[in-house]
């Protein structure tokens, strides 16, 4: 897992990483990133939630995998995401999801969520958020970058919720029904981006 704390991010490997792939714009882009840590560090956990949404909503345009990286499907690093400044839902949920760990928020209590966003006048789109469980048995906050307002799931209900993950496990929907499968096993993109966030710095056990 993620080890959620200080020691768990090599910032000089991170740092030198950032510098060597996309030179002062990846230097800044960490040093915001440590910023938003230091400052979000003693808020509460809905604090760091809303700081968290807000700081990625506010610095990562949305664009298409196509258009970034001409590929149909690429899930980003966070160090990615942010030197870049631009990314699709998989990338900001898979960025927020990792600084929310670094900030001490348990994995247990964050999933990544496949749904299908409902729109007026628009078919079905495929989707991705970050939601918060602040108990187990709770209704989730949504961290969304098409509607960026931190908001519970019951007002949000143009989401439809397929299913959700973390790097522990798989559920149906957003349900307490585990699928009993290594979602890393199930998901090879999901694996490869935790390879690629280990090797860019970050802590993975």
Same mark, same amino acid.
């Given at each position: 897992?993620?080890?959620?704390?200080?020691?768990?991010?090599?910032?000089? !490997? $991170?740092?030198? =990483?950032?510098?060597? @792939?996309? /030179?002062?714009?990846?230097? *800044?882009?960490?040093?915001?990133?440590?910023?938003?840590?230091?400052?979000?560090?003693?808020?509460?956990?809905r604090g760091q939630l809303r700081a968290v949404n807000d700081f990625f909503n506010g610095r990562v345009s949305?664009?298409?995998?196509?258009?970034?990286?001409?590929?149909?499907?690429?899930?980003?690093?966070?160090?990615?995401?942010?030197?870049?400044?631009?990314?699709?839902?998989?990338?900001?949920?898979?960025?927020?999801?990792?600084?929310?760990?670094?900030?001490?928020?348990?994995?247990?209590?964050? !999933? $990544?969520?496949? =749904?299908?966003?409902? @729109?007026? /006048?628009?078919?079905?789109? *495929?989707?991705?958020?970050?939601?918060?469980?602040?108990?187990?048995?709770?209704?989730?906050?949504?961290?969304?970058?098409?509607n960026t307002l931190l908001l519970p799931a019951e007002q949000r209900g143009d989401l439809k919720p397929v299913?959700?993950?973390?790097?522990?496990?798989?559920?149906?929907?957003?349900?307490?029904?585990?699928?009993?499968?290594?979602?890393?096993?199930?998901?090879?993109?999901?694996?490869?981006?935790?390879?690629?966030?280990?090797?860019?710095?970050?802590?993975?056990?």
């Amino acid at each position: 897992m993620f080890v959620a704390t200080a020691d768990g991010t090599n910032w000089r !490997r $991170l740092e030198s =990483v950032a510098r060597m @792939r996309y /030179g002062d714009t990846g230097s *800044a882009s960490v040093e915001a990133w440590r910023e938003l840590l230091a400052n979000a560090s003693t808020s509460t956990e809905r604090g760091q939630l809303r700081a968290v949404n807000d700081f990625f909503n506010g610095r990562v345009s949305w664009t298409t995998d196509e258009a970034l990286f001409g590929q149909a499907d690429y899930w980003a690093t966070p160090l990615e995401t942010l030197a870049l400044g631009a990314g699709d839902c998989e990338d900001f949920s898979i960025a927020k999801y990792v600084t929310l760990l670094e900030l001490g928020i348990p994995a247990h209590a964050l !999933r $990544l969520v496949y =749904v299908k966003a409902i @729109r007026p /006048g628009l078919a079905p789109q *495929a989707h991705m958020v970050l939601a918060w469980y602040e108990t187990p048995g709770s209704s989730p906050m949504i961290l969304d970058n098409i509607n960026t307002l931190l908001l519970p799931a019951e007002q949000r209900g143009d989401l439809k919720p397929v299913f959700s993950f973390n790097h522990m496990d798989l559920w149906l929907g957003t349900g307490e029904k585990r699928s009993g499968s290594n979602p890393r096993a199930r998901m090879a993109r999901w694996q490869q981006v935790l390879n690629r966030t280990q090797a860019d710095g970050m802590t993975i056990k």
